[in-house]
């Protein structure tokens, strides 16, 4: 039901906009949730409980432009062999399919931060999630707005 | 003019008319007012630097009336608080006696009458005499600086491509601005113009989309009074979103406390004694940013049209709220040393139009731009006997007009006009001019367009643009007031949240119901959307005035809002 809502409100955004921009592309398949993000982790991590910090996720709160929006994501690490990010993966709950992208880091990397743009259907929530050489993990998540604009004054 | 100029300057005492109605007759304010230019300017100095801000003149080059909003609403963390205090409750805030010229400057509270007794504001011409005024005052101390939304939204400005604005603002001889509308000229534009200035165009936030490199300068330092001065720029974040991407379509905006926090250390570690955001962020992401970004002294702010008459104290930032249109310019003297600002002191000088001699030279100037466009601008289209604003979170009076032309002129069932805070109020008994209607829609993308939408879009809309408005996170709201609605009422809740805030959608003329999987007629302008195609809105409502002849405003009763947050 969640999943309808979304996708009628979706459809009349694009569809009804020769007076506002609509700022995404409709999908045609059906929209995840967050019933969708939590089956992915659980693949991933079984029932395992992550715990918030450590993770600085940037994202805009609203986004310029649904298709390309910029995500950077860093996660606080020495980066030495017994302690340091092995991968973050990052998803997103309102989009045809949850996964955005994953990374995979070694104590080489030095850093463990990336960027990327990825593309948004809807108003939605990303959430990142980190595991780290000890098995400990870590989550973060930020809503981004992706609204059709216009009538800024 | 003359006589209401020489009264106000002649007789008025003090600042303050006795309070109830405002409405006194002319001898009774005569009595009791004092209007004086030496008056508003009256300001004991303080300290080694003076901020002189100006912001969102909207390209006004000449003085006009401008009712500030009865309704205007704070929501989440800016619930309660200044700027959303309005009319009576603002008034007490202050301690400003109804009917005073504070009181006629910067409430709603018996407008009509008091803009008879007080006048028009603003004028460059003022503005440029109290410029001049606090420069022979403070020399070198000074800096003037331009918050944006300066050379957009009137006639001239939009057939000059803001020549005359440009003119006009370099001699005033800013020493940095930054911007929002500006943008709306087209990128190429903007930059033809920003490269011909003798002075910085800032702006930290705005980046090539490709591969996020500088289109401006980020900051800028300066030597005032002996004090290292900072400025950083901040343009309007929402730019890309609140206006039309594909004239600017290389360039990024953003809103990220990290970003301002690196240019703040790399302003300090450059020796900077005191450190100014020159801010389109609107004021609500100002103090939400003052209190996230560390070691900002001052944000002039701007994009909200928010006008205080106290700088607000967030930490250990100030921040200063100019107003729009012209109506004030801000001082603000510093006292400074290498431990920081020890002091300050703060006015914000209304433009008495009547009160503030002309500066000669910016007469004779905005005389000459505006010569070639007098016959339009003066030409008669109707009458109104009401008085007519926009400005407010839902549909003003002269929104009516807009919404009421689009209706009749386009043929459409249903109405939407832009929520744009710009715009100049006009009195009751006062002839509608050509100007007096690009005042209020001058702008680059001014396509009346005629569609069809669903009922179900026509709520989607509202309530996406409800969440820009209302969300309680100032760093999520998108910029504006309300879209206004022709052919429809609405109960708004702006304590709701996303999706449940507009509700008992009905179409004005039987009441019915909108009908969510019906088509309407839509018409309306301002769309961001490329390739718009219709008649400019300026024709539109031209039409429509000149068979109308006489407004008569209507009570505003289209918009119900509940909820109490």
């Known amino acids: 039901m969640a999943q309808r809502a979304a996708q009628t409100r979706r459809e009349t955004l694009i569809a009804g906009m020769a007076s506002f921009a609509a700022a995404a592309i409709a999908p045609s398949l059906a929209l995840a949730d967050a019933a969708a993000v939590e089956a992915e982790i659980k693949k991933l991590y079984g029932d395992k409980k992550a715990e918030a910090g450590r993770i600085k996720l940037d994202v805009p709160q609203i986004a310029e432009n649904g298709l390309v929006v910029p995500i950077n994501v860093e996660v606080e690490s020495p980066m030495t062999a017994a302690d340091h990010v092995k991968s973050v993966h990052v998803f997103a709950d309102g989009n045809p399919l949850p996964g955005i992208v994953s990374y995979r880091f070694t104590p080489e990397s030095g850093r463990a931060a990336a960027s990327a743009r990825m593309r948004l259907a809807q108003t939605q929530n990303i959430i990142c999630i980190a595991e780290m050489a000890d098995g400990k993990l870590f989550t973060a998540r930020s809503e981004v707005k992706v609204t059709i604009g216009g009538c800024g004054g | ?565």
Not at chain 2, 188 to 206: C, G, H, M, W, Y
Request: hydrophobic share 40%; proline share 5%; glycine share 10%.
């Open chain 2, 1 to 565: 003019m003359v006589s209401r100029r020489e009264f106000i300057q002649a007789g008025l005492a003090g600042s303050a008319l006795l309070a109830g109605s405002g409405l006194g007759s002319i001898g009774r304010l005569a009595a009791q007012q004092r209007l004086s230019e030496a008056e508003l300017l009256r300001f004991e100095p303080l300290g080694n630097v003076t901020l002189i801000h100006v912001t969102d003149l909207h390209a006004q080059l000449v003085p006009l009336y401008f009712r500030e909003p009865s309704i205007n609403l704070g929501v989440g963390e800016a619930k309660g608080l200044v700027p959303h205090i309005t009319g009576k409750d603002f008034l007490a805030h202050y301690n400003i006696p109804a009917g005073s010229p504070m009181a006629y400057a910067l409430t709603s509270e018996d407008f009509a009458a008091l803009a008879r007794n007080y006048g028009r504001m603003g004028g460059f011409d003022r503005i440029s005499r109290v410029i001049k005024s606090i420069r022979a005052e403070r020399g070198d101390r000074c800096l003037l600086l331009d918050g944006g939304d300066t050379w957009t939204n009137s006639w001239t400005s939009l057939q000059t491509k803001a020549a005359d604005v440009v003119e006009a603002m370099n001699l005033l001889k800013p020493d940095a601005m930054t911007g929002h509308w500006e943008f709306t000229l087209g990128a190429e534009r903007v930059k033809e113009i920003t490269d011909s200035l003798a002075f910085p165009f800032l702006a930290q936030n705005v980046r090539e989309s490709e591969f996020e490199d500088r289109v401006f300068e980020p900051q800028k330092m300066f030597e005032r009074g002996g004090v290292k001065v900072a400025v950083i720029g901040q343009a309007y974040p929402y730019t890309g979103i609140a206006n039309p991407r594909w004239m600017f379509p290389k360039w990024t905006f953003s809103l990220k406390d990290d970003d301002v926090q690196k240019e703040v250390d790399a302003a300090r570690a450059a020796g900077a004694q005191l450190v100014v955001l020159l801010s389109h962020n609107g004021f609500d992401i100002d103090r939400k940013m003052a209190r996230r970004v560390k070691g900002i002294d001052v944000i002039l702010t701007a994009h909200t049209h928010d006008a205080l008459p106290e700088a607000v104290q967030v930490g250990t930032t100030l921040l200063v709220a100019t107003g729009s249109h012209g109506k004030f310019v801000s001082r603000l003297d510093l006292d400074v040393d290498k431990g920081g600002v020890k002091g300050f002191r703060y006015r914000l000088i209304p433009i008495f139009s009547d009160a503030i001699t002309p500066d000669a030279e910016m007469t004779t100037l905005v005389k000459k731009v505006r010569a070639p466009f007098e016959a339009d601008l003066g030409r008669v289209l109707g009458k109104t006997d009401g008085l007519l604003y926009r400005r407010g979170n839902f549909q003003g009076t002269f929104d009516d007009v807009f919404t009421d032309a689009m209706l009749q002129v386009r043929d459409a069932e249903i109405a939407l006009s832009p929520g744009v805070r710009w715009g100049a109020s006009l009195i009751p008994g006062q002839d509608i001019t050509f100007e007096d209607v690009t005042n209020a829609c001058a702008m680059t993308y001014p396509n009346c367009y005629r569609t069809s939408m669903k009922g179900s879009q026509i709520k989607a809309i509202l309530e996406d643009i409800g969440d820009n408005i209302f969300n309680p996170d100032p760093y999520a709201q998108g910029g504006g007031d309300m879209v206004r609605l022709g052919g429809l009422t609405f109960t708004v809740d702006p304590y709701q949240t996303s999706g449940r805030r507009i509700s008992d959608l009905r179409l004005a003329r039987n009441g019915q119901t909108l009908d969510a999987g019906r088509d309407y007629t839509v018409a309306g302008w301002a769309s961001i959307n490329q390739g718009t195609e219709g008649p400019p809105i300026w024709d539109v409502v031209s039409t429509y005035l000149q068979q109308k002849k006489v407004i008569t405003p209507r009570p505003l009763d289209a918009v119900k809002v509940v909820g109490a947050g």
